[in-house]
């Protein structure tokens, strides 16, 4: 969670992979990202990143992974901003209304 004068302004969460796909890759997987919309473009994003990415590093993680809606054009700028790279894999999600979601997978390299 971050705050930002005295506000909740975001978190994120993350952990083990829940995905297949993931399960012999050497990193970890970031779920999900959300900062307030208010709080766009103040670096808070940048910094639960980084934040959770150093957490990580000193777990010996070698990656972080996280999935990201085909077309979010917003969020794809973001990541590759803070070093994340399309992986080539993708799968497709059923969402609530049972839609289907297709995403694609980014990662970003550790290292000290």
Same mark, same amino acid.
């Given at each position: =969670?971050?705050?930002?004068?005295?506000?909740?302004?975001?978190?994120?969460?993350?952990? *083990?992979?829940?995905?297949? @796909?993931?399960?012999?890759?050497?990193?970890?997987?970031?779920?999900?990202?959300?900062?307030?919309?208010?709080?766009?473009?103040? &670096? /808070? &994003? $940048?910094?639960?990143?980084?934040? %959770?990415?150093?957490?990580? /590093?000193?777990? $010996?993680? $070698?990656?972080?992974?996280?999935? %990201?809606?085909?077309?979010? @054009?917003? *969020? =794809?700028?973001?990541? $590759?901003?803070? &070093?994340?790279?399309?992986?080539?894999?993708?799968?497709?999600?059923?969402?609530?209304? &049972?839609?289907?979601?297709?995403?694609? /997978?980014?990662?970003?390299?550790?290292?000290?």
């Amino acid at each position: =969670m971050i705050e930002h004068e005295g506000c909740v302004a975001g978190f994120c969460s993350s952990g *083990a992979f829940r995905d297949e @796909q993931l399960a012999r890759e050497e990193g970890v997987e970031l779920y999900s990202i959300n900062i307030d919309p208010n709080y766009w473009r103040h &670096g /808070l &994003g $940048k910094g639960l990143i980084e934040y %959770v990415s150093d957490y990580y /590093l000193q777990k $010996k993680a $070698k990656a972080i992974y996280l999935w %990201v809606l085909n077309g979010n @054009q917003r *969020a =794809m700028a973001f990541y $590759k901003n803070l &070093g994340f790279l399309p992986d080539g894999r993708s799968k497709v999600d059923y969402g609530h209304a &049972g839609e289907p979601l297709h995403e694609l /997978l980014f990662v970003r390299r550790l290292s000290a």
